[in-house]
């Protein structure tokens, strides 16, 4: 390599070197700035939301004194992150604060200017922002814009129509079962689970009006999630619904059915009717589940015990054999042995 490449080499090294530092102190000249920047806003909206809730009379806290203290903190139209920045301290912030306060929260934040921006968002392009604005809206616990997310509540985009949802179940309660009919699109074993949940920490108290109404959906995925709302309030009075759909012709179904059950100890007439069930079940392993739980919840049934032990599947004769025989019932397992092995071997006495 001659003497000037070398030379020209080291210079190009050398630029690339002082443009790294150089970025490196931008980037930490800009984070330290921002960081200053985005203190000073939570500091503001800390101060705002305690004087907003605990309001002096002798010196009110005014929604034009709100604004203008905002816009001095940096919360203006073409400061998109300082807006985000304080739309997710509003959020935070009304997770953790319930009851009159929540409410008053609930009623500044339909008033400051940022909440616009998540209204905005799902009137735009694009599934993640319609997503984001659904979130924020409901989190931020604005209900009057509730018939705005209704339409997406099918929307082609799952995580749209998610949000959505999750959205009628904080704004409507257990009145948004009502929509079950309506849902086009499947919903999965993990968005049920969440509305559960989200129905369950909101509205702790069932209206059953509303469920019973919505048991003549016949969507399988609003079957499944009705049965786990029972299970999850423990509805004794409504476990004929899940019953019911033990023997349902879709295979999921009936898995929900027999895990929902576990949870409810049922009567006796009750029982009886999950035994005919039991013995019409078309799959095995599903008859195994629920033999497990007949076991589990009622006293021994001999006739019934003896009448399955002398059907046609092997594993389940295996499992009804070593409950018989674990619970008395000796005799009746050897009968049943005994009589397999003569006929293997005919001329054996």
């Known amino acids: ?22 970025s490196i102190a931008s980037s930490l000249i800009y984070r330290k700035r921002r960081l200053k920047v985005l203190k000073y806003i939570e500091e503001t909206f800390a101060d705002i939301v305690s004087r907003y809730l605990y309001n002096d009379i002798q010196n009110p806290l005014t929604l034009i004194e709100i604004q203008r203290t905002l816009r001095k903190a940096g919360i203006k139209s073409h400061k998109k992150a300082n ?11 009304q997770r953790t604060i319930l009851g009159t306060n929540h409410k008053k929260l609930k009623m500044l934040y339909a008033q400051i200017p940022p909440y616009r921006v998540s209204i905005s968002k799902i009137t735009g392009f694009g599934w993640y922002r319609k997503a984001q604005g659904i979130r924020e809206i409901y989190e931020m616990d604005q209900s009057q814009y509730r018939h705005n997310i209704l339409r997406f509540r099918n929307h082609r985009n799952v995580y749209v129509r998610r949000e959505a949802q ?23 074993l993990w968005q049920q689970i969440k509305i559960v949940e989200k129905l369950y920490d909101l ?31 423990k509805l004794q009075a409504e476990v004929n619904f899940i019953i019911e759909n033990l023997n349902h012709p879709n295979y999921e179904v009936r898995e929900t059915a027999i895990y929902c059950i576990q949870t409810f100890v049922i009567s006796d007439e009750w029982m009886v009717e999950v035994k005919e069930i039991f013995s019409i079940l078309p799959d095995a392993t599903q008859q195994m589940q629920l033999l497990k739980y007949i076991f589990n919840n009622s006293e021994i049934d001999l ?34 042995y005994y009589q397999q092995y003569a006929k293997i071997n005919p001329y054996v006495e």
């Open 203 to 233: 509205y702790p108290t069932p209206e059953l009006p509303w469920l019973k109404k919505a048991y003549k959906t016949d969507k399988l995925f609003g079957k499944q999630l009705l049965m786990r709302g029972i299970r999850k309030y």
């Open 303 to 336: 006739d019934f015990y003896l009448k399955h032990l002398y059907a046609n599947n092997d594993d389940l004769k295996l499992k009804i054999a070593e409950i018989l025989w674990n619970n008395g019932y000796k005799e009746k397992v050897q009968e049943f």
């Open 1 to 22: 390599m001659s003497e000037e490449k070398f030379i020209f080499l080291i210079e190009v090294v050398a630029v690339l070197i002082v443009a790294v530092w150089i």
């Open 83 to 93: 807006i985000q920045y304080l739309i997710n301290l509003m959020i935070r912030t």
């Open 166 to 188: 999750i959205a009628l179940v904080v704004f409507l309660g257990w009145e948004s079962l009502r929509f079950l009919p309506y849902l086009k699109r499947e919903i999965s």
